[in-house]
């Protein structure tokens, strides 16, 4: 089991720059969510899908914020155009619905930084 | 209100002792499940335990326990025999009411350091 796959695991750009961030989630699972962390908010909700719908985007903080997932092996999240304060650590996760006891498996994150 | 309140910042415990993290939660919900995960400094979020609020015993896996009150609405993770890798950032999560898929709310971690 490969885990769950982000890419890239850093990102550094200029501000007003189009940003994607992309993960695959372990196969088999049906829900995939992503975070942010920072120093500020700790760890946040974004969106999140169920059967690659998605179900909550409450969390996106605005309209530069887009989420996407085309098939159950895949999803992005991007940012466009990019701003300083989206600087932070995304987190996508993903976890099999059709067990309660197993808690949610995090990527590796991807570290983004806006200049 | 918060939903996941860790009230420890930083704690501190001397290697092969025992500590625990406090973790008290708020939630209307009959059935919830609460997690914690450890995060070193190497960022990956690391699944550690599970208890869900039907459970009638306490969780375990290995060194890790997690002493579930729930009257008090506390779930709080038991480290025993503390070892220099456990030094790194704890959260507590919850996952709120049931449905085919549920988003876990973590709370602001407790930062453990142990000492040699």
């Known amino acids: 089991d490969a885990g769950v796959i982000q890419s890239p695991r850093h990102e550094v750009t200029e501000m007003g720059q189009e940003v994607t961030l992309r993960c695959k989630p372990i196969?088999?699972?049906?829900?995939l969510f992503w975070y942010r962390q920072t120093m500020m908010r700790g760890l946040e909700l974004l969106i999140y899908f169920n059967n690659n719908v998605p179900i909550d985007d409450s969390g996106m903080p605005e309209d530069r914020f887009s989420a996407k997932m085309p098939n159950a092996s895949f999803s992005t999240l991007k940012i466009q155009p990019s701003e300083p304060r989206d600087s932070a650590v995304y987190f996508c996760?993903?976890?099999?619905?059709?067990?309660?006891?197993?808690?949610?498996?995090f990527g590796s994150g991807t570290r983004l930084t806006v200049v | 209100a918060q939903k996941i309140t860790q009230t420890q910042p930083g704690m501190f415990v001397q290697e092969k002792e025992a500590v625990t993290l406090d973790c008290t939660y708020d939630?209307?919900?009959?059935?919830?499940?609460l997690f914690w995960y450890k995060q070193p400094s190497s960022g990956e979020m690391i699944f550690l335990i599970y208890q869900g609020s039907y459970d009638e015993q306490n969780a375990t896996e290995g060194r890790y326990s997690l002493n579930f009150q729930k009257a008090r609405k506390s779930a709080n993770l038991v480290i025993s025999a503390s070892q220099l890798g456990d030094s790194a950032m704890y959260f507590c999560?919850?996952?709120?009411?049931?449905?085919?898929?549920?988003?876990?709310?973590f709370g602001s971690g407790t930062q453990l350091t142990v000492l040699p």
């Open positions: 999560a919850m996952r709120e009411g049931t449905g085919s898929a549920r988003q876990l709310t």
């Open positions: 939630t209307s919900d009959q059935s919830y499940g």
């Open positions: 996760a993903s976890r099999d619905t059709g067990r309660w006891d197993y808690g949610y498996t």
């Open positions: 196969s088999g699972h049906n829900s």
